[in-house]
């Protein structure tokens, strides 16, 4: 059973989730570059559904995330192009209209417009 809790600081209020034995703080997970190394913490999200999630750090790189919130959830460092495609796969293209994703909203309509150039027959 999942229990939540919550707890004063001097910061600000910081959710624990308990599970089992296991607590988990903040609920932030790691996130691995491409050899396997902590790169930095993200908040965990599952904006895209089905316990996925998609975020972009300060220094513009997406984080795919994925698992359920629990100390085996993690993110990984994903291109912008893999960032659309997970995006539109799960159906969630109103996130496109986010500030924080107008990057890949670009991306989406100029790819957008290049399938209408080949549909019409045009060549590039």
């Known amino acids: 059973m999942v229990r939540l809790e ?3 600081t001097s910061r600000d209020i910081l959710r624990h989730i308990t599970m089992g034995e296991k607590v988990m703080q903040n609920d932030r997970i790691n996130v691995y570059d491409k050899g396997g190394n902590v790169v930095v913490q993200v908040k965990y999200k599952d904006n895209l559904g089905k ?3 998609i975020t972009k750090l300060k220094d513009k790189r997406y984080v795919l995330i994925y698992g359920p919130l629990n100390d085996k ?3 990984i ?4 192009e893999q960032a659309l495609y997970e995006i539109l796969k799960s159906g969630k293209i109103e996130l496109l209209k986010s500030k924080k994703f ?3 909203k670009a991306l989406y309509d100029m790819t957008k417009k290049y399938e209408k150039k080949n549909r019409n027959g045009d060549r590039i």
């Open 73 to 75: 959830s993690r993110g």
């Open 102 to 104: 107008a990057e890949l």
């Open 51 to 53: 316990d996925k999630g």
């Open 6 to 8: 919550k707890e004063r």
């Open 77 to 80: 460092i994903i291109s912008p």
